[in-house]
């Protein structure tokens, strides 16, 4: 596996619009864009610091994968995401050592990416998001 950065970190959240206004009001960071995946059942916000982004998350539904982690955690880091070369062959390498994952395949992501999850049972107990934009 080749991992090249830290493409994100995701927060997730209640309510997108209080917590877009604390990042940009109190930590002085810009939303550059808020899209809906709807596979995810989740609203993302982005923002960059630095050379790092951070995503909020807010889910669109009670059922969804964020509202049972706020239910389960509350607001908090939600995953780090690592930038890949080859998100399908690092998700097989994953899997060649052992680790159980939540993605069988890729799936399309927020802006754009190719994505995939490795269970938390396998990483220390952080959710792990494998990311490669393929445009790039």
Do not use: W
């Amino acid at each position: 596996m080749e991992t090249t950065h830290i493409e994100h970190i995701g927060i997730a959240v209640r309510n997108l619009q209080k917590s877009i206004d604390f990042y940009e009001d109190v930590l002085g960071l810009k939303c550059y864009n808020i899209e809906e995946v709807a596979d995810q059942k989740v609203r993302t916000a982005f923002f960059m610091a630095g050379q790092t982004k951070i995503e909020l998350l807010e889910s669109t539904s009670g059922d969804g994968p964020v509202a049972k982690f706020l239910e389960k955690r509350g607001e908090g880091v939600h995953h780090i995401a690592f930038a890949v070369k080859g998100v399908e062959e690092s998700l097989a390498h994953a899997r060649s050592k052992g680790v159980q994952t939540i993605d069988q395949q890729p799936r399309r992501g927020a802006e754009g990416l190719d994505i995939a999850f490795l269970h938390p049972k396998s990483t220390f107990g952080v959710l792990t998001e494998l990311c490669e934009d393929k445009n790039r």
